[in-house]
């Protein structure tokens, strides 16, 4: 698929995969409806976009608040106009085990992870369908194995992957492509905003993120992958990209690995 002239709408684009998403698509000539919860951030990040807020548009959501997502889309979409390319891209990760962890913290995790992702779809469908155009999610490499300290993560990216490939089957007849990518460890804040068993953020970084890809990395091999219109791609450095190819063929080894592991 083209990049050029698309208006490309990109949750979590306030920080990190999703920020760097907006300042390289913009950069290939994509028109960027940027979503998060933090208005001031997106709108400081538009207005750093070529074209800055007469080009781009800000659509601030919580993605948490599911329920109410399609109608906060039909009422700005009369003037955004017909969208391309939805990237469902925020989301919020998890550090803490099973046996601590409140159930209120897997509830948020599914809720942002999961169902925030399946709103912004079912609301963006209708565009997408008249486009011909493209829903990308974003899982992890969390989505095709597990790991230690994220039950609750690691399920709802899991659940993502599913959503995906079901819904790349029924979409299959109307040119509406479904590309899901799996990343491994990319240097951004997701560990710093991690939930730990409380839920709230638990404000550190882990070895795992600061050694991983650069998110510049990254997010071109995304952009590669969407004009490419593939189906489904794993992105990663090391353990965090080998991880699901080991899991699929050597799934005992994997397995031995992920519990003698102490992988943050
Ligand atoms: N970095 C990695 O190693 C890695 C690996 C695999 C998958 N991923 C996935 O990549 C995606 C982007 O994460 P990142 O690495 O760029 O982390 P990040 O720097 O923490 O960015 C997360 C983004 O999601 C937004 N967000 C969080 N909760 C939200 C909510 N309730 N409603 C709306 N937006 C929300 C944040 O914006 P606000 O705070 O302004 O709402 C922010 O823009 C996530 O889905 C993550 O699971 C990341």
Same mark, same amino acid.
């Given at each position: 698929?083209?990049?050029?002239?698309?208006?490309?709408?990109?949750?979590?684009?306030?920080?990190?995969? !999703?920020?760097?998403?907006?300042?390289?698509?913009?950069?290939?000539? @994509?028109?960027?409806?940027?979503?998060?919860?933090?208005?001031?951030?997106?709108?400081?990040?538009?207005?750093?976009?070529?074209?800055?807020?007469? *080009?781009?548009?800000?659509? &601030?959501?919580? $993605?948490?608040?599911?329920?109410?997502?399609?109608? /906060?889309?039909?009422?700005?979409? &009369?003037?955004?106009? &017909?969208?391309?390319? $939805?990237? %469902?891209?925020?989301?919020?990760?998890?550090?803490?085990?099973?046996?601590?962890?409140?159930?209120? #913290?897997?509830?948020?995790?599914?809720?942002?992870?999961?169902? !925030?992702?399946?709103?912004?779809?079912?609301?963006?469908?209708?565009?997408?369908?008249?486009?011909?155009?493209?829903? #990308?999610?974003?899982?992890? #490499?969390?989505?095709?194995?597990?790991? =230690?300290?994220?039950?609750?993560?690691?399920? +709802? /990216?899991?659940?993502?992957?599913?959503?995906?490939?079901? $819904? *790349?089957?029924?979409?299959? +007849? @109307?040119?509406?492509?479904?590309?899901?990518?799996?990343?491994?460890?990319?240097?951004?804040?997701?560990?710093? %905003? +991690?939930?730990?068993?409380?839920?709230? +953020?638990?404000?550190?970084?882990?070895?795992?993120?600061?050694?991983?890809?650069? #998110?510049?990395?990254?997010?071109?091999?995304?952009? =590669?992958?969407?004009? /490419?219109? *593939?189906?489904?791609?794993?992105?990663?450095?090391?353990? @965090?990209?080998? !991880?699901?190819?080991?899991?699929?063929?050597?799934?005992?080894?994997?397995? *031995?690995?992920?519990? =003698?592991?102490?992988?943050?």
């Amino acid at each position: 698929m083209k990049i050029e002239n698309k208006t490309i709408w990109i949750t979590g684009a306030s920080s990190g995969i !999703g920020l760097e998403l907006s300042q390289q698509l913009a950069a290939k000539g @994509s028109r960027i409806v940027l979503s998060a919860r933090r208005k001031d951030a997106l709108e400081e990040i538009a207005k750093s976009l070529p074209g800055g807020l007469e *080009r781009h548009s800000v659509v &601030p959501l919580d $993605l948490a608040d599911y329920e109410h997502l399609a109608e /906060k889309v039909q009422a700005v979409l &009369p003037e955004i106009g &017909p969208v391309d390319i $939805l990237i %469902n891209n925020g989301g919020i990760s998890q550090r803490s085990l099973f046996v601590d962890t409140d159930l209120a #913290v897997y509830k948020q995790l599914m809720d942002v992870n999961y169902f !925030g992702t399946v709103a912004m779809t079912k609301a963006l469908l209708p565009s997408l369908l008249t486009q011909r155009g493209m829903v #990308v999610s974003i899982s992890s #490499v969390a989505g095709k194995m597990g790991s =230690k300290l994220r039950t609750g993560y690691s399920g +709802a /990216k899991y659940a993502v992957v599913g959503f995906m490939d079901c $819904l *790349r089957a029924e979409l299959a +007849a @109307s040119g509406v492509k479904c590309l899901t990518i799996c990343p491994g460890s990319i240097q951004t804040n997701i560990a710093i %905003n +991690a939930l730990n068993a409380q839920g709230e +953020a638990q404000q550190k970084n882990d070895d795992s993120i600061i050694n991983g890809m650069s #998110v510049s990395e990254c997010v071109e091999q995304m952009i =590669k992958a969407i004009e /490419k219109e *593939r189906d489904e791609v794993v992105i990663g450095k090391g353990i @965090s990209g080998m !991880g699901p190819t080991i899991k699929r063929f050597f799934p005992g080894v994997y397995n *031995r690995l992920a519990a =003698k592991m102490e992988y943050r």
